[in-house]
């Protein structure tokens, strides 16, 4: 079935600026892919592979060459598209890439974002949206390995616009080729391969492959850069970054060493920093920590802005409570307590069923309605029905747990805990006491699922 599109390339031809010579251009061979696959090894006997597929060139290649890797390995490959309804026509477009692997025996599935669409940050919730539309098909699924279509060129682009902002020796090593998510693997095989060697590999299936229209827009930062590369440009960026790929791996390692001397994670979902020992690191390895403590506890992907980082610590260092990214550090004799920032989390719509919430809790939602943070208010309301297992945490961890709402009262509370700690569903008492459960809350269980680890090197102490 041909694929026709708004922006659609002539099969065989090379889009201009995208080669550095007339030369014939290669596709990418089995041979070659499997190497690339190789660093990621060892899979299972039979590996179960998904692959993010937007219908350009680059994801495209790759659900072709991740197919063929799988079906030579006794394995499968499940194709996902991510329709974010954000363009007229986005859905037919989904439908005609979606239909074109399934004709090449390619099992694929269309993921729709449906939740609100926020007033401001449109992109940067579109791409939030995406991951983890794409990480809880994968976990429903059982499978462990997302491969994405990033390449080199775009590896060249984030260096650049890394470079442009003052980034340090972790953002200058570029995209990671493998990052760890709590149940999932994100792969990226193609960081070593030009985007004109995946147009080839897409032609050479005799295939189309359809461009966003956003790739042409100047007023990104990110298309402007890649308007500024050429191929020596790229060459030389990733030289660059594959000696800060080894600076990072020096780092991390470090960053493990201290987390183990510093940090204290509790299971149910916040941590305790030893103030003295934190606040004597070197600044550049103390706001290290401290970014990273901030995304995992503060529901994010990535750390905040250096910044805002550097006003937490000198408040931490004048013994002062400290919010970065959404996370609050809040100085307790001689420890530092770090938590969610309750008034930080926005309430959603959602349910029934299964719901990783605020990327922090894994919760099961009995009923459809407003989940929100539970709030100091509603920690009240709690205690008050007897749940005495909110005494057992920090006031301010447990106003960040997650709550069904209906109207403005809590009809669900998730509590975590290690097993043994939850009670039944009917609720839990001080000192083993069971406590019957009003009619009009009930108690479930939150299963604190962190976006990544705190440090890459393996650390006993991570959540």
Do not use: K
């Not at 926020?118 to 990480?135: C, D, F, H, K, Q």
């Not at 600076?247 to 941590?271: H, M």
């Not at 919430?357 to 009923?367: E, F, H, K, S, V």
């Amino acid at each position: 079935m041909p694929l026709t599109a708004t922006a659609r390339r002539p099969a065989g031809r090379v889009p201009a600026g995208d080669a550095a010579s007339a030369a014939v251009i290669q596709a990418v061979s089995p041979a070659e892919f499997a190497a690339a696959m190789a660093r990621f090894g060892p899979f299972e006997s039979d590996p179960a592979l998904a692959v993010a597929v937007s219908g350009g060139r680059d994801s495209l290649a790759l659900a072709l060459l991740a197919h063929d890797w799988a079906r030579a390995r006794g394995g499968s490959v499940l194709a996902l598209i991510v329709d974010h309804g954000l363009r007229a026509g986005s859905a037919e477009e989904a439908a005609r890439v979606a239909a074109l692997l399934r004709d090449r025996g390619i099992e694929t599935e269309i993921l729709r974002w449906e939740a609100p669409r926020p007033v401001t940050g449109i992109s940067e919730a579109a791409r939030a949206a995406r991951y983890a539309l794409l990480e809880r098909r994968c976990s429903a699924r059982g499978i462990l390995h997302l491969l994405l279509g990033h390449q080199a060129g775009d590896q060249a682009e984030t260096i650049l616009l890394r470079l442009a902002d003052a980034s340090g020796p972790e953002g200058l090593a570029g995209m990671a080729a493998v990052v760890e998510r709590s149940d999932l693997r994100l792969l990226r095989p193609l960081l070593g391969f030009a985007r004109a060697r995946l147009a080839a590999t897409v032609n050479a299936h005799g295939l189309h492959w359809i461009d966003d229209p956003s790739n042409e827009r100047l007023d990104f930062a990110r298309i402007r850069a890649r308007r500024a590369l050429d191929s020596e440009t790229i060459e030389a960026l990733r030289d660059s970054g594959a000696h800060f790929v080894a600076l990072r791996g020096a780092i991390e390692g470090r960053l493990a060493s201290i987390a183990v001397d510093c940090v204290s994670a509790d299971p149910r979902g916040f941590a305790w920093l030893a103030r003295a020992p934190f606040l004597a690191l070197p600044q550049s390895l103390a706001l290290r920590l401290l970014g990273r403590l901030a995304a995992l506890y503060g529901g994010r992907h990535y750390p905040p802005r250096r910044a805002g980082l550097v006003r937490a610590l000198a408040e931490l260092a004048a013994g002062r409570n400290a919010v970065a990214g959404g996370c609050r550090f809040l100085p307790r004799g001689g420890r530092i307590l770090v938590c969610r920032e309750a008034g930080a989390i926005a309430a959603i719509g959602a349910g029934p069923g299964p719901l990783l919430w605020d990327n922090r809790y894994a919760i099961d939602l009995p009923q459809a309605g407003r989940v929100a943070a539970l709030g100091e208010a509603g920690r009240r309301i709690a205690l008050r029905h007897g749940v005495q297992m909110l005494r057992l945490m920090p006031a301010p961890v447990a106003a960040a747990l997650p709550a069904l709402y209906r109207d403005e009262a809590p009809i669900a509370l998730f509590l975590p805990g290690p097993p043994g700690q939850m009670a039944a569903i009917g609720g839990s008492g001080g000192g083993g006491r069971a406590v019957a459960a009003p009619a009009s809350l009930i108690f479930r269980p939150a299963d604190f699922r962190p976006a990544h680890r705190l440090a890459a090197a393996p650390w006993v102490g991570n959540p």
